[in-house]
């Protein structure tokens, strides 16, 4: 968040030149990251890039063999216990006990932070509610749904409100309603004060609710900044799509030499022509077409995506 | 924050019915099984008076003295210090011969020109018969010879003489107890029961340990000491164990009546050495194996090696270790265990009882001590 007062951006989390390596594999290779104190700070990458290692680092959990982590200016440590009790964690595994009902779960998590039992309770209860399990909440975890079950882990790692709340793919097999859910939730605890570090292969969640974004790729950051800088930094703009059941090589010649086109390629009976940024072809496409007496069915125009960002800069789409 | 965690751990643990079934219900079930099968064997050790049948004719009519020593014998007894061995009919000849076909008697007694003796087969019942038959009648013979020589010696206290047995060997009590071939399988399966205690301590370990369990990394991010977690973790399985321990004791001695002396204090002691041995011997595994069914595997499969050595399957093989191969004795928990309860049954004097609860305590101390270096490690290579 920026500080009104003093004009400074404050420092939650510091990361310099974090190296990880299992044997010969660079898990992570010189990350770097700043997240500001009040920001949803989204660490977005294909399976496998790297995101829980580098959680599971800045948490010291994990060893790393290179680099620093800092977490509210000082550094992050095992038993670094003042800073340890204003985290909250959220892990992509559901982290509760099948012993202990839906409240016990949370009070049990929650009184490993909080020692007031009065006040546990208060607070406990409301995270209950934050997450709407409040009629679940004598039920064991078994009876729950995987959304229900997810709300719960969440709350169980948001309880005592900590300043910063690290999730680490919350949403992963969780049903469209219980995502929704979720990522209303986190709008509000962002909201209500915290600072978030939010990790996830879904580019829809991170454009939603992240205010900055950086790209993972094979351990190392290849991009960051607001959704907006991170499409401005790619040289596509626009992506019109359009339905067509016969297409021959001429058509695809003649629009790669309109102005502005960027790639045209012709997939599942769909044109997709892609425009430099900035650039506007739509108009010039459907006068060729016309002109042409060439059919078409639905037309789409879209504005660029992460995943083209991810595309242009790793030449690899963000699910493979 | 101690108590919030001990209470939560102990929920965490009584309500885990699997574990619950294998250190609780399995060694009752267990127990119930051996007392049934025992209990036939220790009914097949006693002794049981011997059906036999007496001609009841004239000879026998006219020879009193035998007719008394027979009376004497018998289960219908007027003495009351003397159990009898006989059960006695009196039949006939045929009848006899009857009872005899149809494996009524082991045999039957009757007065033709001397006591006679019939029989069908051989074996103990027929062995003592005869033997008690013929030492009447040397006995009788040396009275008749005596009375015919020398009747006078009769009166100075001879008769007395003949009747008296010198046994020139002295019966010493080897223990405090009557030997008891049984109880020895109730003692290793109450320390396999200790032993199963480590299924708690392997579960508390999963639960705390980041590289084992998600619960585990959540618990280290927490602003708490990890071995403070650990101890309350350990402290409230042995808890649960303890009563799960004190509860099968009671079992078997007051539903099965299996004796285990009367030595409260120390057979409590042994329920606890047992059950922190057990725990932290799950806890040790844990530690060192990551694999969630390997650990399991390796718990169950040393366990149940631990009380085949120790006689639970087998009751010479505690024998056959302690004389072929006395180091396994001592490097087996289960076996030192079990020892404790039979030395404080079988012997008066606790030495050996001590011995085995020490090295019980250096087993602790080392599964403890090796728990301690695989968790002290803060961060870990991978998770």
Redesign the interface.
Known sequence: MYNNILGVFILVIKVDNLTKR?GNLIALDHFNLEVNQGEIFGLLGPNGSGKTTAI?CI?????YDKGTVEIFNKPM???A??I??D?G?V?Q?????D??TVY?NV???C???I?DRNHRRELVEQAIDFVSIGYYKDFYPKKLSGGLLRRLNIA??IAHQPKLIILDEPTVAVDPQSRSNILEGIQRLNKAGATILYTSHYMEEVEQICTRIAIMDKGRIIATGTKEQLKAMISSGEKIRVELFDMDDNILQDLKKLPHIVSVEYEDNFLIVKSSRGKNNLLAVLDYLKSNNIAFGKIYSEPPTLNDVFLEITGKELRD | MFLHNYIYRLKCIVRDRELMYWTLFFPIILATFFNLAFANLSEAEKFAPINIAVVDNKEYQKNAPFQRVLKSLSTTSDDKDEEGIFNIRYTTKEEGDKLLNDKEIEGYIYCDNGIKLVIKESGLNQTILKNFIDEFKQTSSTVETIMEHNPESMHSGLLDRIGHRTNFLKEVAPSKSSPDTVVNYFYTLIAMACMYGGFWGLKEVTAIQPNLSPQGARINVAPIHRFKVVIVCILAAISVQLFEIILLLAYLTLVLKISFGNQIGYIILTCIVGTITGVTYGAFISSIIKEEGLKIGALIGSSMTMSFLAGMMYDKMKYIISTRAPILGYVNPVNLITDCFYSLYYYDTNSRFFTNIVILCVFIAIFSLCTYLVLRRQRYASL
Not at chain 1, 59 to 63: E, I, P, Q, R, V
Not at chain 1, 93 to 97: G, K, L, Q, Y
């Open positions: 299992y599971n948490l010291s959990l994990l060893k440590a095992p038993d216990y003042d340890k009790k985290i964690l892990m595994n559901v982290a509760i006990f012993e202990l016990e009070d049990y998590f009184g490993l932070y020692k169980c790692g």
